[in-house]
């Protein structure tokens, strides 16, 4: 007999805790150098890439402060 992925899959996403997800996406965010709340680079991540020239645009668009 074959296995039913989309089944498979589905199950484990069922079992998954929406706060461990959210726990997952914090910690991700946070070792990029991303805000955890908009998943914008911080200007400290934008400084270490040289790429300072950004952080004004995203300030105008209120995406970083």
């Known amino acids: ?8 899959a589905s199950d484990v996403y069922k079992r998954q805790d929406p706060d461990d997800i959210n726990k997952s ?3 991700f965010f946070e070792q ?3 805000d ?3 998943g ?3 200007t400290d ?6 790429l300072d020239f950004v952080i004004p ?3 105008k ?3 970083i402060k």
């Open 25 to 27: 996406f914090d910690i």
């Open 45 to 50: 991540t934008l400084k270490a890439y040289r």
């Open 57 to 59: 645009v995203l300030q």
């Open 36 to 38: 955890k709340e908009t």
């Open 1 to 8: 007999s074959t296995l039913d992925r989309s089944s498979a």
């Open 61 to 63: 668009e209120g995406l």
């Open 40 to 42: 914008v680079p911080t």
């Open 32 to 34: 990029v150098g991303c």
